[in-house]
């Protein structure tokens, strides 16, 4: 891996991969809506694009032979087109990219909710078929764009889908900011009788997780075509129950 693109480079998990691309001397840039001044300090270059401009898409990834897909509407709530338009046909734009510009791996940032029917997910691992129903748009979407992702896979260009749950650690503005603030208010719920475990991800982790299925497409390629759950290994209680 010589030249590598990250969509969604500025965010939560993309700007870790990022920082640790840099760290290991590949040559990183950034898709993303926004400007990045700290990360373009650091060496990285940043195109300013919409994932669902597909000819711009295009342009922007000649030259990568690796390319981290992390750019995505995540959230529960929602106008349902937009969470389409920018999971699946944002993701089809990235396939078609990847294609047009003979770019020989991609890797997926994806999610258990791929697989979750209302019920628990214990002990299950990847052969859990895909969900028929979901509860919000964003479970719905990125089924089909991990579906689609995967379906892509050939000698050519390589692909796998990573499936993190409940990332977490420094650099966070999304998930601890929120329950914080929600604590605050007493507005936190607990869920079943409060002996619940579920997996977490550590954000360090997640983006290794990352760079090893890039070494891995690039090298004997058992993870192509494949996906992964990615955890600690050790699920934890995230709060006791007051009973």
């Known amino acids: 891996m010589k030249k590598a693109i990250v969509t969604g480079g500025g965010g939560f998990v993309g700007k ?3 920082n640790k691309l840099l760290e290991k001397k590949v040559h990183t840039a950034i898709v993303s809506r926004n400007n990045y001044p700290d ?6 270059r940043i195109f300013q694009c919409d994932i669902r401009d597909k000819y711009n898409l295009a342009e922007i990834f000649k030259g ?3 390319v981290f897909h992390i750019a995505a509407k995540a959230g529960i709530w929602g106008n349902k087109n ?8 944002g993701t089809n734009n990235v396939i078609a990219g990847c294609r047009k510009n003979n770019v ?3 890797i997926y940032t994806s999610t ?9 997910l214990e002990n299950i691992d990847e052969s859990a078929p895909y969900a028929e129903s979901f509860l919000c748009h964003y479970a719905a979407s990125k089924t089909i764009a991990e579906k689609n992702i995967l379906a892509a896979n050939n000698h050519s260009l390589k692909t796998t889908a990573i499936r993190p749950h409940l990332v977490w650690g420094p650099g966070d503005n999304h998930l601890i900011p929120r329950l914080l603030e929600r604590g605050k208010k007493k507005q936190l719920r607990i869920v079943g009788d409060g002996t619940n475990r579920v997996d977490i991800s550590f954000i360090d982790n997640v983006a290794d997780a990352h760079l090893l299925a890039a070494h891995n ?9 494949k996906a992964y759950f990615i955890s600690q290994g050790k699920p934890v209680i995230l709060q006791e129950s007051s009973a």
């Open 16 to 18: 870790a991969i990022v």
């Open 39 to 44: 990360l373009e300090k650091k060496g990285a």
């Open 64 to 66: 990568f032979d690796t």
């Open 82 to 89: 937009e969470y389409f338009s920018i999971n699946c046909d």
């Open 104 to 106: 020989q791996r991609l």
């Open 112 to 120: 258990p909710s791929v697989v979750f029917q209302r019920s628990s």
């Open 217 to 225: 497409l690039e090298t004997d390629a058992t993870a192509s075509g």
